[in-house]
C-alpha cells in the first residue's frame, strides 16, 4: 500500500475545522435554495452517476405554497442526523461482523460524502449502506448487495443505485488510511520495548483492545477529517494507558517520537491529541427518538407530499377525536 505522506487522503482529504464548517454551512445552504426554487431537495439519481432537481415550480404555484412550504434543517440538525447513522454504520458492521476496517473505511467514506452533500439532498439511511458496500469491495472482503440488502432489510437496488454517485463524490480517492493499522505498530512497539509494566502479554492485550474502543469513538467525531491516522492512534492509545496506567506514554511518546523527528519536541503531537479529546468528549450517540423530530423535517424536505398526507392524517385524527366527544 502507498505511503499515507505521498497519498491523496493526505492531499485532499485532511482539513482545517473551519474549512470543514464551510462545507458543511455550503452543502446546506445550497439544499435550502434548492427548497425555495423548486419547492423539494430531493435529487434524481441514476446508475451512472448523474443526478437532478425536481422541475421549477411556476411562480405562481411557488407563492400559493410558500406558507405551507416545509422547514430547511439547520447544520446543527444535519449534524445529528449524521452522527445518528454514524453509529448505525458501526452496527450494520458490528451485525456483519465485518473486520474494523471496513468499518473506518465506510465511516470516512459517508463523512466525504457529506462534504460535498446535504442529507437534505441524499438521505443518509441510503448513502450509509452504499458506503458499507463500497467499503467491502475497497478492502476485498467483498459482500453483495443483495446479501447486504437482505440482511438489514433494505431494498438492494437503492445501494447500486446510489454507487456510482458515492464513486464521483468521493473522487474516486478509495484508498484510505484507518488508525487500527498504526495502533496496532505502536502497540508491537511496546512489545519490544521492554517496559516493565507492560510487558505482560494479558496487560497489552486489555490495553489494545480499549485503545481500539477509544479509536471507534475518534471514527465518530471529526477528527479523521482534520488529523492523519498517526495522530488518532496515538490519541486513542493515550486515552487507554491513563484507563489501564500500565505504561508511562509520554516516556513512550518520546521514544517514538524521536526516532521519526529526532530534532523536535511532543508539544505538537499533545497539542493535536487534546484536540482529539475535546471532539470526544463532544461526541453525540444520538436515539432514534433523538432524531425522529428531524427525521420528519426531513422527509418533508425531500417529498413535500409527504408533509402534507401527514398534516391531512392529523387533521382527520383531530376530527375523529371531535367526533367521539361529541358522541
Known sequence: MADFRTSTHRAKWIFTPQALKEKYKEANKRAKQALEKYGATRMEVDVDGSFSYAEPQSDAKANADKHSRPKALKTEEEQLLRAFYEFKIQDVCDAFKFPRKIQATALIYFKRFYLQWSVMEHHPKNIMLTCIYAACKAEENHVSAEELGKGIEQDHHM?????????????????????????????????????????????????????????????RTDAPLLFPPGQLSLAALRRSCELHKTIDFERFLKSVHSRQHPAHGTSELNVSMNAIDGLIGKLETPTSKDVKHIDRKLKSCLDPTSHEKSKKRKHRSKESSSEMHDM
Do not use: T, W
Not at 484510505?176 to 521492554?194: H, K, N, T, W
Not at 507492560?198 to 489494545?208: F, M, Q, T
Open 159 to 219: 445501494i447500486l443505485d446510489n454507487e456510482m454517485l458515492v464513486l464521483q463524490s468521493l473522487g474516486f480517492d478509495l484508498i484510505v488510511y484507518a488508525p487500527y493499522r498504526p495502533l496496532e505498530g505502536f502497540i508491537s512497539d511496546l512489545q519490544e520495548s521492554g517496559d516493565a509494566k507492560a510487558g505482560h502479554s494479558e496487560e497489552l492485550k486489555s490495553l489494545h483492545e480499549s485503545a481500539k474502543a477509544e479509536v471507534d469513538k475518534i471514527m
